[in-house]
């Protein structure tokens, strides 16, 4: 990955705890890591296949005075969300904010805080059993779409399974989509029980029939699990409607903990 940076850029803006820094504003010094593929741009010569670090200049500066935070924290974390958003070229962006001036009564060279925020890859396994199933998860993937936080970048045929664990409740349709998201994976979880929540999922029956089922299958090549969630989860190697969409939109996706394609599994 290709990076640009950009130091101490100076702003003058108004951020602060304290009402004094709202109203009468400091400077602040915002230090920029721009990670991307610019060979392209390097080959050809060409402005258009690379960030143009002076439009980031500006709009950070931009973002800086025309809003007022209590936290630099907050500063920083907007700053990196909205870089990734205005720019697509954009794979991750590293931001600092210092603050040289802070409100402290003991001698400091500068204050700042740090954030990165990323495009993450992932894999998402949906299905439906009630109601108009099409229509539910289309309602579903729309539902994503909207969401700046999320790209849908490949999206599978749907196909028809026979239920699994509890037997005794319709057939289900079934798909998976690819989609690349700045959330971090707990984030991303509760985003999409929102949605299952808006169009009527109840948990009622583990394994049950429902109208909107959407599970997080493969997150970059991340392995974790916690109470809430498992990475990848954990039996997606034994179900046939989790496999045969994945394999229709990545089969060379490598699981990382059986280290075999989707396509193998």
Avoid at 21 to 48: H, P, V, W
Wanted: proline content about 4%; charged content about 30%.
């Amino acid at each position: 990955m290709d990076l640009i940076k950009i130091d101490n850029l100076e702003v003058y803006a108004n951020h602060g705890v304290y009402e004094e820094e709202n109203i009468k504003g400091q400077f602040f010094y915002l230090s920029l890591r721009l990670y991307l593929d610019f060979k392209a741009a390097a080959e050809r010569d060409d402005l258009e296949k690379t960030v143009n670090y002076g439009e980031v200049c500006r709009f950070a500066a931009d973002y800086m005075k025309e809003n007022t935070f209590s936290l630099i924290e907050t500063v920083a974390d907007g700053i990196a969300e909205e870089l990734l958003y205005r720019f697509p070229l954009l794979r991750g962006a590293w931001v600092e904010v210092k603050k040289p001036y802070a409100p402290v009564d003991l001698d400091f060279e500068c204050i700042s805080v740090c954030t990165e925020r990323k495009w993450h890859r992932v894999f998402i396994s949906y299905g439906s059993n009630m109601g108009n199933r099409r229509r539910n998860i289309e309602a579903g993937i729309a539902a994503m779409e909207r969401e700046e936080s999320i790209r849908v970048l490949k999206i599978s045929e749907l196909i028809e399974t026979k239920p699994y664990g509890y037997t005794e409740q319709d057939d289900f349709l079934n798909g998976a989509a690819e989609i690349e998201t700045i959330l971090e994976p707990s984030e991303l979880l509760r985003l999409l029980h929102e949605i299952e929540d808006e169009n009527g999922r109840e948990r009622t029956v583990h394994w049950g029939p429902r109208t909107l089922d959407m599970d997080i299958i493969f997150y970059d090549d991340l392995i974790m699990d916690s109470p809430e969630l498992t990475i990848p989860h954990r039996e997606m190697h034994l179900r046939d409607f989790v496999k045969i969409p994945l394999s229709e939109i990545a089969p060379d996706f490598v699981h990382p903990i059986y280290k075999k394609r989707i396509c193998e599994l």
